[in-house]
């Protein structure tokens, strides 16, 4: 079994060629190590080989993780489904929020954002792939919901992120990709500089259509046990 610092040293060497590939600014994506299910210690090894940005999807396994490992300057996004009775904890302990995918949600977001804290980077989720079960607005919202979240206060617009149906083929991979990015282009001069999207098992075909977050966890860690 490779270490983790074996790893993350791969992940990094994919990103690079995929980005020589595809004509991408070299440093232009950013790697996210989704660390869900993974014990604190996953992490701090992560951590060690010099990653810095943790991704988390439940509320409660990544408050208990950020309390073990206060001593280390981690930037955490979530990147989970996010109930209402949850978001005053998101904007306290959170940098990042890439699954807003309600109005309601973006406004607790910002009201509940402590004062003393920069303003809460937000991804507006977008179901690709129009499956009924995953959460995100449609394609046809993204417009409206991008004006609205735009003005809040305490909220600082970055991007969209995307998890579509899982594709083996390259080029099935890139379809719902280069619509979400053509589907931002249409919105003219904005400040949206972010497009999360890109997992383990589409990785390149992200790059190849403008990913500047791949989230990134089997690869890293290893599959997880939900048992
Ligand atoms: C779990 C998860 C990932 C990581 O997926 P892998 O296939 O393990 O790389 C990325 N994004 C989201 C939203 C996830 O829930």
């Given amino acids: 079994m490779p270490t983790i610092t074996q790893r993350l040293r791969q992940i990094r060497v994919q990103i690079s060629n995929a980005e020589l ?18 014990p604190p210690e996953a992490i701090a ?60 949600i973006a406004k607790r977001l910002s009201e509940q954002r402590p004062a003393h804290l920069p303003p809460l980077n937000i991804c507006l989720q977008v179901n690709i792939s129009d499956e009924p079960s995953k959460s995100g607005i449609g394609l046809a919202e993204l417009p409206q919901l991008r004006e609205q979240v735009a003005k809040l206060p305490n909220l600082k617009l970055r991007g969209v992120m995307a998890i579509p149906a899982p594709q083996q083929d390259f080029e099935h991979q890139r379809q719902p990709y280069r619509a979400l990015y053509q589907a931002v ?38 599959e997880r046990d939900y048992g």
């Fill in 185 to 222: 282009a249409k919105l003219g001069q904005t400040e949206l500089d972010t497009f999360s999207f890109g997992m383990t098992g589409d990785l390149k075909a992200a790059i190849a259509e403008g990913s500047t977050i791949v989230r990134i966890g089997t690869a890293l860690f290893g």
């Fill in 45 to 104: 090894d992560a951590y060690q080989a010099g990653q810095r940005h943790f991704g988390e999807n439940y509320l409660q396994e990544a408050l208990k993780k950020q309390q073990e490992l206060g001593a280390y300057a981690i930037t955490w996004h979530f990147i989970g489904p996010i109930q209402s009775n949850k978001t005053k904890a998101l904007a306290t302990h959170f940098a990042w929020v890439h699954s807003v995918d309600s109005l309601k």
């Fill in 21 to 38: 590939a595809y004509n991408r600014q070299p440093g232009s994506v950013l790697l996210l190590a989704v660390s869900k299910t993974k």
